[in-house]
């Protein structure tokens, strides 16, 4: 039988380890670091134990590169975003509803994120690019920000930290807490109708905060 060119197995490598990336942010997910073993992340993907460590090492390596694809995820989401800056007061309502739909969409990262804040960020400070990757969210919003001033609707007090943060705040919790939230309140926020209603909300909460005078 002959063996496979140098190109396949390339290919098959990298087929194999976004596999095996895609079920072990499930069980961490699920489980937490803590939580989660490699023996059942090597079970879901019919693989072996062994072979996950000749890929990632261990199972803190594992972890760390789940963590970094899915702040990878969302940061690729927002550069990909078509904003029409000539009108930056519809440009960040689609930056506010975009997030809210890649959050919505990808609940196991809000999970890892609550997780990584119940370990005080002790993994994520290993990750050194991180921060230089987050750098264009802000850099966005800046751009935003910079049209509204220069035309006069946007007040001059809120920084893109400033609006990341309200905006984060707000998604993140439609999904970390969802159930407990429902619970209390006998609401259902994963509802079709409620999920459209929540996502004009932050629209309107981002666009009205910054359209409105200090």
Request: negative net charge; aromatic residues 8%.
């Amino acid at each position: 039988m002959a063996a496979k060119p140098k190109a396949e197995l390339q290919r098959d490598a990298e087929r194999t380890r976004a596999e095996l990336l895609t079920v072990a942010t499930e069980v961490f997910a699920e489980s937490g670091y803590s939580g989660a073993r490699v023996d059942e992340i090597a079970e879901r993907t019919r693989t072996t134990k062994r072979m996950i460590y000749y890929y990632f090492g261990g199972k803190e390596q594992l972890y760390l590169a789940v963590l970094e694809r899915a702040y990878r995820g969302i940061r690729e989401a927002e550069q990909k975003l078509q904003v029409n800056h000539r009108n930056p007061v519809e440009a960040i309502r689609r930056l506010a509803e975009v997030t809210f739909d890649h959050h919505i969409a990808n609940d196991d990262f809000i999970r890892l994120v609550s997780i990584e804040n119940i370990h005080r960020g002790e993994f994520i400070r290993q990750l050194a690019d991180l921060p230089q990757l987050s750098a264009p969210a802000t850099s966005l919003l800046d751009e935003i920000l910079h049209d509204g001033r220069a035309s006069g609707v946007f007040r001059d007090d809120a920084s893109a930290l400033d609006v990341h943060l309200v905006i984060s705040s707000y998604c993140v919790f439609q999904v970390a807490n969802q159930y407990t939230f429902g619970f209390l309140f006998d609401v259902d926020l994963t509802e079709t109708s409620q999920r459209a209603h929540l996502r004009r909300m932050i629209g309107d909460v981002v666009v009205g905060w910054l359209t409105s005078q200090p």
